[in-house]
Each structure stands twice: as structure tokens, then as C-alpha cells.
């Protein structure tokens, strides 16, 4: 413990590069402090929170016997390693250590890996591969929460007393329903329902620490897992079962990823407090009551979660459970709606529909695309494999996958960011990647028995990524070879043509370059306007950018100026605002007689063979589903003029 206190402090080392801290933590007011941390309890931790469902009821299965026989060091032993595996991956790792690294407030894999990036330094090719691979299995992972969440908290009708075996042929039917209504509403937003998020898991906590403590004072030597030799026994009595073992008790950390990723919703202090004082004791207590419930009685082994209530309480247990698990499948498409968008905004994804679901949070946002990517892809895992116990074989590898790249962006940010050598950082993180590296290679078990769909999921998605990217920068090439704006203005200049009353605005990607738009503009309509505006719209590194720092404009010549609006990669790109806010900055215009011109590319795939030629196929098909540019920016539609040509890439 004292080198883990000696790495804490290393990390909070001050930092003179960049401010990384949560903005207002300090002053938030103790109601708003209880409210954040209560909210988090829903959104953050209803992924890791309803692990209890399946988590130890699979561990154990890999020890029984003929008969279900189990033996008493075989439960602890259990029961050691999930609760060390909370301690040194949660609660270490993600609550004490790596939530110091925010990008100024923001959490996540690709919030990481744009921290990393500002840094500067070799290995940026590293580093977005990395991302990369980050976001690919996080979207594997959303796909099997709600999958494995709901199933497991419906299959308890199952030991409810008068309907064990009537209702099996009902469960996949019930959770089918759930999640597709679950789907349906994602559109409506969260606003209305969401506050009940907090308090319902709030209830399920309580509900379940009390479960485990009754549990717990029947059969007290189940205390004796809290000690770590008790899990090692099990590498020790059963090596050959052990990795098997391993691989289903990382279950217990599935939705770790949320602690990091929600840090902007919440900030840190709140998701800190509420693990360390609610979550963390509570998730133990119910582990050591499910143990303590099969020394006791080694037939609950088949459902020990449930077995734990009373008869009476057991149908009011599965439907809380339901809700617990259909907040915590809202948290993780929550989830994935923010990391498309950070994608989008980072040029890793083309342009999709984003539509805001509340009028006082911004970061509530609609994806259709996802959301029914998503809806499909659950609906099919649930229909594939029918039960939680079957989904358990291809759970866990996509999650211990993000973390082993969150802990290697985390190696490079102490580096870059702190000023520590290489060979500092990696030390610090060794014992995390090592623990994590053996879960890795214990869920490499689950390949071949259903692991390689959240794989394929994740290979999906980045073949899009690097697709997306290879083509973008294709495309910023050939405008590189584009006629220089420096040496058009001159023409302009000497040899005007007609202008036309009002302001034109050409978006650009390249500022340097004549847009594509304005010299179709010049070529079939050989006028200008009066004003002129090059405007390029840029994605900084970080996820939100003040008012003051929004807007850039400089003079290029009498009637024509350079202007660039800069958002975060957690803002929706608003040019109607950032115009708003030009001019103040000595830009006057008429949006009613303003025109925006775009230029519009229709993509040719040029003649290869192979992979390439896929890619090619591929990004043309992405580019002509792309959100169109003026919608995603938010033109006035009625403003747009749209010039385009054909390109061959």
C-alpha cells in the first residue's frame, strides 16, 4: 500500500502544460453535491451495480461438482477474487489514480487520448490506434449490457415459488420487449424518467447490502475471503480450471469504463464518494452474502442472487432488478451516444444526425443511427444466445480490452503531461496492466464459445475508423493541390468581377486553399459579394471552448476576410451562433442576406484491388450517408448554396 500512496503522489505532481481540473468541484454546494452523487449512482454505476445478477452465479458454476457439490474454500476463494478485483482495478485504478487525468473535466477513452494528443510528443500514430481500439470495444460492450442485464434480472421469475419452469419459455419474449421499448423511447430523451435513476439504485443498493448482511450473519466465515491468500488457493486447487474462473469473475467490473467515461456529467468528486462510501460496501456485502447463502445451502448455487430474498420478496426483487438493469443499459447508450459524438467531432466518424433531448443539458443527445445499430445488434444477442449464462461466455473480453488501452493512454499522460520518464509511468501502471493482462488471457477462453462477437463488433468499427480517416485525409490532399488562396485574391483584386450585395460565406477545411465552391462560383456565375467570408470550422482537442476563444477573424484583402469557429469535442458545431458572436469582432451582415456556400464532392473510387478497393467502396458509402455538412453545422437551410464536382480518390 505505501508504493500505491507513492504513485498517487507522483500523479498529483503539478502540472504546467495544460488545466486538467474539474471546473467548480471545490464549491459545489453540499445539496447539489448529494444530488450529483445520487444521480451518479443510476447513471454511473447501474452497469457494475447489477453485476451481482450473474457475476458469482457464473464464477462458481466453473467449481461445481457432480451433483453441484462445491467446497467451502472453493466459495471464499471466489468470493476473494471478486472483492481484490474491485479493490485493485475500481477502486484503485479507475477511482483513486486515473480519474486525476480529465480532460478539463471530461472523462473517457478518446477524452484521454486528445489529452495525450495536446501533449505532443512521438507515437501519435500509437496513440490513435489506440483510441481507436478503445472505442471499437466500448461499442462491443454496448451491446452486450443491455443484452446480459436484462435477461439475467427477467430469468428470476424462474425461481419465484409456484412458477419455476412456467415462465422459461417467456423470458427471451419479456426481454425483448423491454429493450425494444427501451430503444423506442431513447428519442423522447431521458429528462423526465432520468430522475428516477438515482433513487430507484439508491433502493437496489440498499436493498442488496441488506441481502448480503443477513446473508453474512448466518454464516460469518465467509468474512475469510476479505483475505487475498483465499483467492490465490483457487490458482493453487484447480490450475486447470482457474483461468476459467478468472474469466468469469472479471464480470464483476464490467461497466469500470462508466466511472471514467460519465466524470464530465458528475464530476469527480461526487463518483468518487458515492463508490468509495455507497457502491464499493455495498457490492461486497452482497457478494459475501451469495457465499455465505451456498456454504450454507449449496443447491442456490443454480441462482444465489435470488435465492437470498424471502419467497415473499422475490417477484418484488425481480422487478426492481429489472429496473436496475434497464437503467443501467440507458446508462451504456447514453454512453455511446457521447463517444460517437466525441468521434464525429475528432474527424474519426463521418457525420451522423444529432438530435438534443433536453433544452437544459447539453450533453443529453438522440443518435438514430446508433441507437437502432445498437437496437438491432441486441435484439439479435439475445435471440442468439437466449440466456444470461450463455452471454457470460462473450462478456468481459471487450471490457478488460478498454481497459488495457485507457491504462496504456494513462502511462503516456503521466509521461507527456506530469514530465515523468517512460520508464516512471510505466511503472506505476505495471501492476494494473499485469492484473489485466491475466484477465485478458483468461477471457481469451471465451473466444471460441461467443467472445468473438463483441471482437468482431470492435474490428466492425474500426475498419470504419481507419477507413473514414484514410479517405478524409485523401481528400485534404487533392484540396492541397488546389489553387492557393494567396494567389487568387491578387486576380480578384486587379481583375474584380461583379459584386453582389450582401455576404458570402465559403466553407473551407483548408483556410490556405481557394474553396472549391468559390471558384465554380466565379467560374458559372463570374460574381462576388460584396463581402466575403472563408469561414473553417475546427475541432480542438478538448471538449468545450468558451465564448471568448470561439471566434478568430483577420483581414485578407478589402472585402474578403478569414474567419475560423472553434468547438470542443463535446459541443454540436453551431455556425449560425459563432456568426452571432462575429460581430462583435467588426463582421456586419444581414442573415437574410447572407448566402452560405458549400462545396459538395461526389466521390468516384479509383481503380485498385484488394483492401484497398473495399476501403474505397466503403468510404463512398459512408460519405453519401454522411449528415449533410449544412445540417450538421447548423446553416439556416434556406441560406445554402451547394456547388459540387466529381473526385476521383
Not at 437503467?327 to 438530435?355: D, E, Y
Amino acid at each position: 500500500m505505501a508504493k500505491v500512496g507513492q504513485a498517487i503522489a507522483m500523479i498529483r505532481a503539478p502540472d504546467t502544460v495544460v488545466d486538467e481540473t474539474a471546473h467548480g468541484e471545490a464549491k459545489t454546494p453540499p445539496r447539489v453535491f448529494l444530488g450529483l452523487a445520487l444521480a451518479s449512482a443510476g447513471v454511473v454505476y447501474g452497469d457494475i451495480g447489477t453485476s451481482p445478477l450473474y457475476a458469482f452465479k457464473e464464477s462458481i458454476a466453473h467449481l461445481r461438482g457432480p451433483g453441484g457439490a462445491l467446497a467451502a474454500s472453493d466459495v471464499v476463494g471466489v468470493i476473494s477474487l471478486m472483492f481484490w478485483t474491485l479493490m485493485v482495478i475500481v477502486t484503485l485504478k479507475y477511482v483513486l489514480i486515473l480519474m486525476r487525468f480529465d480532460n478539463r473535466g471530461e472523462g473517457g477513452t478518446l477524452s484521454l487520448m486528445a489529452l495525450v494528443q495536446r501533449a505532443g510528443g512521438r507515437g501519435a500514430t500509437l496513440v490513435l490506434v489506440t483510441g481507436m481500439i478503445g472505442a471499437g470495444l466500448f461499442f462491443g460492450d454496448a451491446m452486450l449490457t443491455p443484452a446480459i442485464s436484462v435477461l439475467s434480472a427477467v430469468e428470476g421469475l424462474s425461481v419465484i415459488k409456484g412458477l419455476e419452469g412456467r415462465l422459461d419459455e417467456f423470458v427471451v419474449p419479456i426481454a425483448l420487449v423491454l429493450l425494444v421499448g427501451l430503444f423506442a423511447m431513447q428519442k423522447r430523451g431521458t429528462t423526465d424518467v432520468g430522475r428516477w435513476f438515482g433513487p430507484i439504485c439508491a433502493v437496489w443498493f440498499a436493498v442488496i447490502a441488506v441481502m448480503g448482511l443477513a446473508q453474512v450473519v448466518r454464516a460469518p466465515q465467509v468474512l475469510t475471503a476479505l483475505n487475498p491468500a483465499a483467492g490465490l488457493g483457487i490458482f493453487l486447487h484447480h490450475p486447470v480450471l482457474a483461468p476459467a474462473v478468472l474469466g468469469s469473475v472479471f464480470l464483476t467490473v464490467t461497466g469500470a469504463e462508466a466511472l471514467y467515461a460519465d466524470m464530465g456529467h458528475f464530476g469527480r468528486k461526487p463518483i468518487q464518494v458515492t463508490w468509495l462510501a455507497v457502491i464499493f460496501p455495498c457490492l461486497t456485502l452482497n457478494y459475501l452474502g451469495q457465499g455465505a447463502l451456498v456454504l450454507t445451502h449449496p443447491g442456490a448455487a443454480r441462482n444465489p442472487f435470488f435465492l437470498m430474498a424471502p419467497d415473499w420478496f422475490q417477484l418484488p426483487l425481480v422487478l426492481l432488478a429489472t429496473a436496475a438493469t434497464v437503467i443501467a443499459s440507458q446508462a451504456v447508450i447514453s454512453g455511446a451516444f457521447s463517444l460517437t459524438q466525441q468521434a464525429m467531432q475528432l474527424g474519426l466518424l463521418p457525420r451522423m444526425t444529432l438530435k438534443s433531448t433536453s433544452e437544459q443539458h447539453a450533453g443529453q443527445i438522440y443518435v438514430p443511427a446508433i441507437n437502432w445499430i445498437l437496437a438491432f445488434g441486441v435484439a439479435a444477442l439475445v435471440l442468439g444466445f437466449r440466456s444470461s449464462s450463455a452471454l457470460a461466455s462473450a462478456y468481459g473480453i471487450s471490457v478488460v480490452g478498454a481497459m488495457i488501452t485507457s491504462t496504456g493512454l494513462a502511462v503516456l499522460a503521466v509521461h507527456r503531461l506530469k514530465h515523468r520518464p517512460l520508464w516512471q509511468a510505466s511503472l506505476i501502471f505495471a501492476p494494473f496492466l499485469a492484473v489485466e493482462a491475466g484477465f485478458l488471457a483468461a477471457n481469451l477462453l471465451k473466444v471460441m464459445h461467443g467472445g468473438y462477437v463483441p471482437l468482431a463488433i470492435a474490428a466492425v468499427l474500426i475498419l470504419i475508423i481507419w477507413t473514414w480517416m484514410r479517405g478524409t485525409r485523401e481528400l485534404a490532399e487533392a484540396e492541397q493541390r488546389d489553387v492557393a488562396l494567396a494567389d487568387v485574391l491578387p486576380m480578384l483584386i486587379a481583375r474584380p468581377p461583379m459584386r453582389a450585395k450582401g455576404t458570402a460565406v465559403f466553407l473551407t477545411a483548408d483556410p490556405h486553399a481557394a474553396p472549391a465552391a468559390l471558384m465554380h462560383n466565379l467560374k458559372h456565375n463570374q460574381v462576388l459579394h460584396e463581402q466575403v467570408v472563408f469561414l473553417t470550422i475546427k475541432a480542438l482537442r478538448r471538449p468545450r471552448v468558451d465564448d471568448a476563444e470561439r471566434v478568430q477573424v483577420s483581414e485578407l484583402a478589402p472585402g474578403f476576410k478569414a474567419m475560423t469557429l472553434s468547438f470542443g469535442f463535446m459541443e454540436a458545431p453551431n455556425v449560425a451562433k459563432g456568426l452571432a458572436l462575429a460581430r462583435a469582432q467588426g463582421i456586419r451582415f444581414d442573415i437574410m442576406r447572407t448566402s452560405f456556400f458549400l462545396s459538395r464532392r461526389t466521390l468516384l473510387p479509383r481503380r485498385s484491388a484488394g483492401l484497398w478497393r473495399l476501403q474505397d467502396l466503403l468510404f463512398v458509402f459512408l460519405s453519401r450517408n454522411a449528415m449533410r455538412a449544412a445540417d450538421y453545422f447548423q446553416i439556416p437551410p434556406s441560406r445554402v448554396v451547394e456547388l459540387g464536382a466529381q473526385v476521383t480518390f
